[in-house]
């Protein structure tokens, strides 16, 4: 089914490309075949979706038995103390974050999460990574080199005329949609750390646990660097949302000009910038740097000196809460790898508002760690190596509003 579905939506790029061609030749009727294709086609591709999805539901609501991870979890971790190589399939990786926190299904998508300290290795605090990783829409693309997704730009518009002025006349032609294609191919991501060599004193289980939640936490870190900013090549493999761009090298983000820093205004601009003319956004977050949720904290009113901002960081996650300005409530989440506005350059790119889902995670196979002795042995360590194939991009036009500091300061 997933493959299927994976050729109906790169036969869907192919009959847009062609429609797009025939458009330009100025070919309409041609065009308008081909158009009634690709929403024939939507059809079909809607129908295998809602398959898909609920197969999906079935298999993460599935309660797993506990017997059975645990001798999976023992056999795993012979493997790693021997030195070979444990492998996490994508939707295993993901199926295990569901049944853990049982607030994410696979249609909103997650990435690893951490499982929690050995009992004898401490972490230090605020060892928390960006929630962002949690909140993107993730798809399974394992096979496969590259993946292309169709989205919207503008959309057809209608026009009207007076009865007897139109009768028996040429109607005005109504403006042409337009399309675009948001890629998304692989990137390497990597995982090398160190641990003592007394880790492996621990049950084996624990010991499985703890270097997969360090590989884990590591990967999660750097995504959520990768998610925002990219990966930072002239010609990007994963484009972040501050740098999204469509296969014809156009923005899929929005830019915000921010002038005055940090203010009591903020956030209204960024509320009201994101979204279409007739509506405001849904779903959307604030992702910022800690120092700029710090500096909307440190506002307060000329007169009556109280708080602009209501900050309220979330119980169970210190990572994002939710900011009370007026009577309007916007969910945040601190990301150390955005750009600080308070007191950023000129023409910087700094805080991003938007909705997760419209940025699309790529897992391009299996996740895979191993423990390698001989690297730092004369320093009793232990070498924990990950490696994965991970892409993304912004699927949705405009999907994100970044906010960029003024070229002349």
Not at 161 to 188: L, M, N, W
Not at 269 to 292: H, M, P, Q, S, V
Request: hydrophobic share 40%; glycine share 10%.
């Amino acid at each position: 089914m997933r493959r299927k579905l994976i050729d109906l939506k790169t036969q869907r790029t192919a009959l847009l490309e062609g429609a797009e061609a025939l458009l330009k030749a100025g070919k309409r009727e041609e065009y308008r075949a081909e158009m009634e294709k690709v929403s024939n086609m939507n059809a079909d591709i809607k129908d295998l979706q809602d398959l898909i999805q609920e197969q999906d539901r079935k298999f993460l609501d599935a309660a797993p038995d506990r017997g059975e991870e645990r001798d999976k979890a023992l056999e795993r971790a012979e493997v790693l103390k021997k030195g070979g190589e444990v492998k996490f399939s994508a939707r295993e990786t993901i199926r295990d974050v569901y049944q853990a926190s049982k607030q994410i299904t696979l249609a909103t998508g997650t990435i690893v999460q951490p499982t929690g300290a050995g009992a004898n290795i401490r972490d230090p605090l605020g060892n928390v990574v960006s929630s962002i990783v949690d909140e993107v829409y993730v798809q399974d693309l394992t096979g496969m080199s590259a993946f292309l997704e169709p989205y919207v730009i503008s959309e057809v518009d209608a026009k009207g005329g007076k009865v007897a002025t139109t009768a028996g006349t040429a109607r005005t032609a109504s403006t042409d949609p337009k399309f675009g294609v948001a890629k998304i191919s692989p990137y390497e991501l990597t995982v090398t750390t160190y641990v003592d060599r007394n880790i492996s004193r621990l049950s084996p289980a624990n010991y499985y646990e703890k270097i997969r939640s360090m590989a884990m936490r590591a990967m999660r870190r750097k995504l959520s660097d990768l998610i925002v900013n990219g990966d930072g090549q002239g010609s990007p493999d994963m484009f972040g949302i501050k740098n999204a761009k469509n296969v014809a090298s156009e923005n899929i983000f929005a830019a915000l000009e921010i002038a005055g820093g940090v203010t009591e205004n903020l956030l209204t601009e960024l509320f009201f910038a994101y979204g279409g003319d007739e509506t405001i956004g849904a779903n959307a977050r604030l992702y910022c740097n800690k120092k700029d949720l710090r500096a909307l904290g440190k506002i307060r009113g000329a007169q009556d000196k109280k708080r602009v901002f209501d900050i309220q960081p979330e119980g169970g996650n210190p990572n994002r809460g939710m900011i009370s300005d007026g009577g309007t409530m916007i969910p945040y989440a601190i990301n150390s790898f955005l750009t600080a506005l308070d007191g950023a350059g000129t023409s910087a790119q700094t805080m991003v508002y938007g909705d997760p889902m419209n940025y699309e995670l790529g897992l391009f196979g299996e996740f895979t760690i191993r423990v390698d002795e001989s690297v730092k042995a004369v320093e009793r360590m232990f070498t924990i190596l990950g490696d994965a194939m991970v892409g993304g991009n912004l699927v949705v036009d405009k999907g994100f509003v970044v906010a960029t500091t003024p070229a002349g300061g």
